[in-house]
């Protein structure tokens, strides 16, 4: 697959759409990570948020569940696998004369549609137990194939069958079959359970790029491909399940639809493949919209009234001087921060109050020639350093987790500060350190994280003492 690199107009797209979009999305205070546009064969548009850049491999979530239900068309094409197998058939060491009936009667195909028998995802019940034992150990609580239920461990026991059959993970296995051929990123990898299992449900590390190629093939293909056309169709209804209008559309296998004849790859906090055939255009986003209400659905109008609404069948006139203005935009995107400057240099380390996350000291450094900071804090094992700008942000690694975050500062008032931590790394998300200084010199803090997984000690209140 190769890109071509052409001006929007030239596919029919105006160039002050795509300003208006990105305007759009700062406006919201959406922290995007990247924005792509691909029609007629041609990237016209492609945008970096800094500190990511295009090479960065991006942390896809639930995107990993397309690809698995792609796997498993390549497995079935194959002759490995049918739609009606009972998944029981392959996980007979999951399996006893105790097995309830319905978990016995699910099928590959109730996995792929979301409509198992659980309520929920499975492997949250107990972090200790197996992950896809989970899935057939968990009590049910109705009848497979009746109701959508957005249930991850159904992707995830759909990749270790992947697995069981081919002997590789799904991405391992896509390379030698559906992504053979394409430049999808060596480096790309999917992040493994506890236990070892690749994470079929929201494992994928790949670039913003690698998901355009995924699309653009799955797009190109579904025509002469009838497991690729259902997949991408309207196969259950979603109405009552979801609470967001754009996740209410129905689903196919693995694949979300959207309003104006469109389907997607959908991933946790905004990254998204939309899909819109009859237009012949992918649009591919990479943000961290947890925590924001209205995130997802604003990211996703936007695209609609800004690009698909306007677009023109036909090539659009040259403009020159926007398509310039487009370009230098795209060049200096950043994750949205304060600027501003430190005049005052500060240093302190305060002893904190005994609390659940064992920090016994934190210390603040402010240089005010350097425009920066750090903020630390102290356990009996470890120091947790978290530099970060005024007029910039940086980017670090916190110790323990080995995840790089990108930090800035802002002075909300005489007494506050705030510092603002984006996890930019296998873990997306955010904390939050909200600083408060009294009078009688005692400091007050409130952290916020907002992540799935780790940093549990960046949570709750904390006094000085």
Request: charged share 20%; hydrophobic share 35%; proline share 4%.
């Amino acid at each position: 697959m190769t890109f071509c690199s052409q001006s929007p107009e030239s596919v029919g797209i105006a160039s002050k759409d795509v300003l208006t979009l990105l305007t759009t999305l700062e406006d919201a205070k959406i922290p995007m990570h990247s924005l792509l546009i691909y029609r007629h064969g041609a990237l016209v548009t492609e945008g970096y948020y800094a500190p990511y850049k295009k090479e960065t491999l991006h942390r896809l979530f639930s995107v990993t569940k397309s690809l698995v239900c792609v796997a498993i068309g390549e497995l079935i094409s194959r002759g490995h696998l049918c739609l009606s197998d009972p998944i029981c058939d392959y996980f007979s060491d999951y399996v006893t004369k105790d097995t309830h009936p319905y978990i016995k009667s699910m099928t590959i195909e109730h996995l792929l549609k979301m409509e198992t028998c659980h309520r929920a995802t499975t492997y949250k019940h107990d972090a200790s137990l197996n992950w896809v034992q989970s899935f057939f150990t968990t009590p049910p609580s109705h009848r497979p194939g009746s109701h959508f239920n957005y249930d991850t461990s159904s992707s995830h026991t759909l990749g270790a069958l992947v697995k069981r059959i081919s002997g590789k993970n799904v991405l391992d296995y896509l390379r030698e079959t559906f992504l053979h051929g394409t430049d999808f990123s060596p480096d790309a990898y999917i992040l493994n359970d506890p236990f070892g299992e690749a994470m079929g449900g929201s494992g994928l590390m790949a670039r913003p790029i690698d998901l355009l190629i995924f699309a653009q093939k799955v797009m190109k293909e579904r025509t002469d491909n009838p497991y690729l056309r259902d997949a991408t169709s309207n196969l259950t209804s979603t109405l009552y399940q979801t609470n967001s209008i754009e996740e209410q559309q129905g689903y196919g296998y693995q694949f979300w639809q959207l309003r104006h004849e469109g389907y997607a790859c959908f991933g946790m906090g905004g990254q998204y493949a939309l899909c819109y055939p009859k237009h012949d255009l992918i649009v591919v986003t990479t943000a961290d919209t947890q925590g924001l209400k209205e995130g997802n659905a604003t990211i996703i109008k936007a695209v609609y009234d800004h690009i698909v609404r306007p677009l023109s069948q036909a090539p659009l006139p040259k403009n020159l001087s926007t398509y310039q203005q487009l370009c230098q935009r795209l060049n200096h995107l950043s994750i949205d921060h304060p600027v501003e400057n430190c005049t005052q240099a500060f240093h302190n380390r305060y002893a904190l109050a005994t609390n659940t996350s064992g920090f016994h000291h934190v210390t603040l450094d402010i240089d005010p020639v350097k425009n920066q900071g750090i903020l630390s804090f102290e356990q009996d094992q470890e120091v947790f350093d978290i530099p970060f700008g005024f007029d910039h942000g940086i980017v670090s690694t916190i110790a323990r987790y080995h995840q790089r975050v990108f930090s800035y500062g802002h002075n909300l008032c005489t007494n506050q500060l705030h510092i603002k931590t984006h996890l930019i790394d296998a873990c997306i998300g955010s904390i939050d350190f909200h600083l408060t200084f009294h009078k009688d010199k005692r400091l007050s803090i409130f952290i916020k994280k907002i992540e799935e997984t780790l940093f549990h000690e960046f949570n709750g209140y904390f006094e000085s003492i």
